[in-house]
């Protein structure tokens, strides 16, 4: 089997895992059994990539990377995750990832040698956590939003809110944390590598260093209380496009039928 | 005169200017990978020939396609007078109120308040290194040495030797299109300084440094065992960079003011711990740690934020709690249960009028 049955195998399973969560209430713990199947399908899927190109780095195994990273963020804080929505959105991210990835691949180029450094496997996996960790915060902010709609409804907003907003303001601050993790290692790279402390020939630098402003902004909006919390809920929830369209899509390829 | 360098003072270092500053500083860069796509080779030639001439030269006349990067220096040069002014401001405060402490009250904990003021100097470091960088960078014409030949550093009487080459070729059969070719080009290079000599190993992601040039591989060849009869050859990047060392210590001292946050959260976290170290009960806050909530019992919402007292901010908290906690702390104060919002403690200044609207820079309550 290879790396891309696997991938297709995992695909399936975050949408049995999907589907599971909107199952009625008793019957939906068959989620985490569909989403264990599908985290060792895609895990199998990058190991399988990444012993190939060992000790290089495979090229384009982000868009196979982060569904796993999602998935296995919220299998290790299950206990947490208590609230439905939250179970639904991101086994829906994970699925929309790998559809995307599917539909898109660009992995087939081949490993470059100076991505055979300590710091280039750094820079990637540190990245991968740290999107993983925004797309999970972006998740819990549009969990509070929707519950907050649901008590503004039952006359309850405001504890709707603000009992919300720590989970999401965590994983932004873990994603922030590992995101700068990823670029100071990034630019050891770059200057051992390069010389330089930016190598132009990647666009991608910028679309990086867009991300990381997002959310120095996001942080600090709490500290100008000119914002509502709803309003910051939004603005974290935004966070998911930001990652999606800004490190997510520039990784893509052209369209290919996958089977 | 001074009135109008305090408003400057005050307004270059809002919190609200950051907030806008980032905005900003996102919205650039997403144009600007637009911009950057398909015409790296525009901005390559930067590392090379330097900041001043690349904007006299393929800046100023591909516009259309540059500006977001003079807009992104001119944001950047906001957010470093912006950074600078309100960590300052901060970090006198703290500084301050630690002075009019007594000995006992000034624990461990207080250190770890600098944490966030720690990053945020940081960021200045490592821009400011960047710019030096770009801007007083010596870069040499790219040199090509083949085994046994030599090249001198200019203004010295030093010389670097290419002795030998000694590739690493790949050989796992993972990628059957690797085999055969070189995974690591290793070249030992002669370093002759006037009578001083000695050798060292350059490699990809392996430079040497010498007479304070670093010396980088740029290409090799052959590529794969028998190279099509290609005679060895490297390709060397020299370059004296006077940022390089800004910014190595911009990202240490980064990355040490981040471990210090997550130290604190990890030990302080949830109201455990008062400000200067000493262990809460009941998460009741005692003693002059607790400017304005004096021996007060937290309220639940209060226990879910976690610890509230920061005197460099001298608020409880998010906007949203504290707000919330002054209401409580009246209604507690008309009640009796506890003092109304007192003097805070010697000498602390607390917040500036205009509470949070005028909380600039500096920490993150987060946790």
Partial sequence: ????????????????????????????????????AALFANATAAAMRYWTAWPMLPMYLGPQALPLCLAMLLVLNRRNARELWLRRLIPGFALLLCILALLFPKDFYLPFLKSNAAFAHAFFVFGMIGKGCFLVSAAWALTALFASAGAE?????????????????RWAVWGFAFWTLSMFAGELWTY??????????????????????????????????????????AFAAGGAVVVLALNFIPELGPFRWPF | MMRIITTLWNKAGSIHLTVVLCLLLTVDLAFGYICLNRNTTLFAPLNDIGL?????????????????????????GLLCLNTFVCTTERVLRLLRFRAQQPRSHRGLRFYFRFAPHVMHYAVIIMLAGYLCSYLFAHVLDTRTLIPGASMSLPGSKARIEFSAYEPQYYSAGRLESFKDRVLKPVARLRLVNGGHRETAVLGYNRPVWFKGYGIFMKSFAPKSKGGMGMKVRINLSIRKDPGVLLYLAGMAFFTAGMALYVTEWIFFKKGRWDFYGKKTRNNTIHGPAAPGLHGCRLRPVERRQGPILYPDRGVCGPPDIARADRGARRRRARAGACPPRRSRSPGYPGPPSGSHARQTGGGLWLF
């Fill in chain 1, 1 to 36: 089997m290879t790396a891309h049955t696997f991938f297709t195998l995992a695909t399936g399973f975050y949408f049995l895992s999907l589907a599971a969560a909107f199952l009625p209430k008793g019957t939906r713990s068959a989620m985490w059994g569909f989403l264990a």
């Fill in chain 1, 153 to 169: 409804n039952t006359g309850n907003a405001r504890t709707g809110e603000v009992s919300a907003q720590r989970p999401w303001l």
């Fill in chain 1, 192 to 233: 051992f590598g390069w010389g330089t402390p930016v190598v132009w020939d990647d666009p991608a630098i910028t679309t990086t260093m867009a991300t990381w402003f997002f959310y120095i902004c996001l942080l600090h909006l709490h500290l100008t209380g000119s914002w509502s919390a709803r309003g910051r809920t």
């Fill in chain 2, 52 to 76: 001043a001439e690349w904007m006299g030269t393929y800046g100023r006349y591909n516009l259309e396609k540059t500006a977001w990067f003079f807009i992104l220096m001119l944001l950047l």
